[in-house]
């Protein structure tokens, strides 16, 4: 049956006399219908996302987890299938793909410029709370961070790519002269816009060097 029933049994004798004789319920389960979500399912390698599944009242995924919703770190590219059982003990799978990317960090340094040679110099302190903006190379914003007590900024989880970051001036202060030493020491923002070269994020270049100097 599809649905639930009950059947009849009935027992005739020769002359024709007919009784009911028995009586059984058929109990039908619908088989579930599982759905599947991810809290992110593209993202960077090596960070976690929540998977959830509903539809059932037992849950088993193919990573050996048994609640309604795991947590994953992932490293590759991945499919989890998860097996849903009604309370009917009917079941049912599905499944989700989340795929990761390469990812990679930026950051370093603002300074109090003193004298506005460009060249971070001793005596010469991190400033703190200056927004750095990272922008892709179409012009769309990706993150914002602000510098912390010793000048420091760190953005990471960036998706291989090219970008360019933008650095907001504080009030009553001036850029220092951009690139006029090695990138280990000068400021990589231009003095009137605040804004850096274009570069690249890749398996090879991570841009830990994008000073800022303000005087």
Same mark, same amino acid.
């Given at each position: 049956?599809?649905i639930?029933?009950?059947?009849?049994?009935?027992?005739?004798?020769? #002359?024709?006399?007919?009784?009911?004789?028995?009586?059984?319920m058929v109990?039908?389960f619908?088989?579930?219908?599982?759905?599947?979500?991810?809290?992110?399912n593209? #993202?960077?390698?090596?960070?976690?996302?929540t998977?959830?599944a509903?539809g059932?009242s *037992?849950?088993?995924w193919?990573?050996?987890?048994?609640?309604?919703?795991?947590?994953?770190?992932?490293?590759?590219?991945?499919?989890y299938?998860?097996?849903?059982?009604?309370?009917?003990?009917?079941?049912?799978?599905?499944?989700?793909?989340i795929?990761?990317?390469?990812?990679?960090?930026?950051?370093d340094k603002?300074?109090?410029?003193?004298?506005? $040679?460009?060249?971070?110099?001793?005596?010469?302190?991190?400033?703190?709370s200056v927004? *750095?903006?990272?922008?892709d190379?179409?012009?769309?914003?990706?993150?914002?961070?602000?510098?912390?007590?010793?000048g420091?900024?760190?953005?990471?989880?960036?998706?291989y790519?090219?970008?360019?970051?933008?650095?907001?001036?504080? *009030?009553?202060?001036? #850029?220092?002269?951009?690139?006029?030493?090695?990138?280990?020491?000068?400021?990589?923002?231009?003095? *009137?816009?605040?804004?850096?070269?274009? #570069?690249?994020?890749?398996?090879?270049?991570? $841009?830990?060097?994008?000073d800022v100097?303000?005087?």
């Amino acid at each position: 049956p599809t649905i639930t029933t009950k059947y009849y049994v009935t027992a005739s004798d020769l #002359f024709g006399c007919v009784s009911l004789a028995d009586s059984q319920m058929v109990t039908v389960f619908n088989i579930p219908n599982p759905t599947i979500q991810a809290s992110r399912n593209n #993202f960077c390698k090596g960070l976690s996302t929540t998977i959830t599944a509903t539809g059932g009242s *037992i849950y088993s995924w193919s990573s050996g987890q048994n609640t309604a919703s795991i947590n994953v770190v992932v490293n590759a590219n991945t499919n989890y299938v998860v097996t849903v059982t009604n309370a009917g003990g009917c079941s049912a799978s599905t499944s989700i793909a989340i795929m990761v990317e390469n990812c990679g960090s930026i950051g370093d340094k603002v300074w109090q410029d003193k004298n506005g $040679n460009g060249i971070q110099e001793s005596g010469e302190n991190g400033i703190a709370s200056v927004n *750095i903006e990272l922008y892709d190379q179409s012009g769309i914003l990706k993150q914002v961070v602000s510098s912390n007590g010793t000048g420091q900024y760190t953005m990471d989880t960036i998706k291989y790519g090219n970008y360019y970051i933008k650095a907001i001036l504080p *009030i009553d202060h001036l #850029f220092s002269p951009k690139d006029k030493g090695s990138d280990l020491s000068d400021s990589d923002v231009d003095r *009137i816009t605040g804004l850096s070269n274009i #570069f690249s994020v890749n398996s090879t270049t991570q $841009n830990p060097n994008l000073d800022v100097g303000i005087f």
